[in-house]
């Protein structure tokens, strides 16, 4: 409670639902963001809803058939923003909401649901792959580089979204897909502890406008 509190650690949907059930409280007076997200076991399904495209996440406010509850998987989404371009710092970062996953999608991905958060791009270093304010789903667990995968990296300028281009002598480039290199150079990367950035995860997805 106390780190809750004090913002030491971001609430969750989970821990909401916990802490609520055990004080006897209402989530709404907390967060009514995170409690928008609840799902009541009375709610009425309707029958004629149509089931989204495996790789189509959706609102947890959508209207979805509760017999289907157990096919989603609900993942975190943060505030937090990953600059295509600059690093974007996140002194606080917050829960805005869950965006759900078919578990069948997932599945196919290699990705486990308990690993992933959902966060924002910002700026246009990685376009036209991702664009700015996209949606980016990040696998935690695959924290090992992978030559031509997009990732997320954390630095002392903050965190930044881009693709890894293994390089001679055990060396990676961070590389902008943008193709203007006098605005978004290839910077070096290389794996050791006094290195600036690490690898928060792998994008295995992002959601944006065409």
Same mark, same amino acid.
């Given at each position: 409670?106390?780190?809750?509190?004090?913002?030491? %650690?971001?609430?969750?949907?989970?821990?909401?639902?916990?802490?609520?059930?055990?004080?006897?409280? @209402?989530?709404? @007076? =907390?967060?009514?963001?995170?409690?928008?997200?609840?799902?009541?076991?009375?709610s009425p399904a309707h029958p004629d809803h149509e089931a989204p495209?495996?790789?189509?996440?959706?609102?947890?406010?959508?209207?979805?058939?509760?017999? @289907?509850?157990?096919?989603?998987?609900? =993942?975190?989404?943060?505030?937090?923003?990953?600059?295509?371009?600059?690093?974007?710092?996140?002194?606080? %970062?917050?829960?805005?909401?869950?965006?759900?996953? $078919?578990?069948?999608?997932? $599945? =196919?991905?290699?990705?486990?649901?308990?690993?992933?958060? =959902?966060?924002?791009? @910002?700026?246009?270093?990685?376009?036209?792959?991702i664009n700015d304010r996209d949606v980016l789903l990040i696998d #935690?667990?695959?924290?090992?580089?992978?030559?031509?995968?997009?990732? %997320?990296?954390?630095g002392v300028d903050g965190a930044i979204v881009k693709r890894l281009?293994?390089?001679?002598?055990?060396?990676?480039?961070? #590389?902008?897909?943008?193709?203007? $290199?006098?605005?978004?150079?290839?910077?070096?990367? %290389? #794996?050791?502890?006094?290195?600036?950035?690490?690898?928060?995860?792998?994008?295995?997805? #992002?959601?944006?406008?065409?």
């Amino acid at each position: 409670m106390s780190q809750y509190m004090t913002g030491k %650690v971001a609430l969750n949907l989970e821990a909401l639902v916990k802490l609520s059930e055990a004080l006897d409280f @209402e989530p709404a @007076e =907390v967060s009514p963001t995170l409690a928008a997200g609840i799902r009541r076991a009375s709610s009425p399904a309707h029958p004629d809803h149509e089931a989204p495209a495996a790789n189509s996440p959706l609102p947890v406010s959508a209207d979805v058939p509760e017999s @289907e509850d157990d096919r989603y998987a609900f =993942v975190p989404q943060y505030d937090a923003k990953a600059a295509a371009g600059l690093g974007s710092e996140n002194p606080h %970062v917050e829960i805005r909401s869950t965006l759900a996953f $078919k578990r069948d999608w997932l $599945k =196919v991905k290699g990705a486990k649901a308990d690993q992933l958060i =959902v966060i924002y791009a @910002e700026g246009q270093s990685m376009w036209p792959t991702i664009n700015d304010r996209d949606v980016l789903l990040i696998d #935690r667990s695959r924290v090992e580089p992978v030559d031509r995968q997009v990732f %997320v990296l954390a630095g002392v300028d903050g965190a930044i979204v881009k693709r890894l281009i293994q390089g001679p002598f055990g060396k990676w480039i961070l #590389r902008s897909d943008n193709d203007d $290199k006098d605005q978004h150079p290839d910077r070096y990367f %290389v #794996r050791s502890d006094e290195n600036e950035h690490r690898i928060i995860g792998q994008v295995i997805w #992002r959601g944006g406008d065409l």
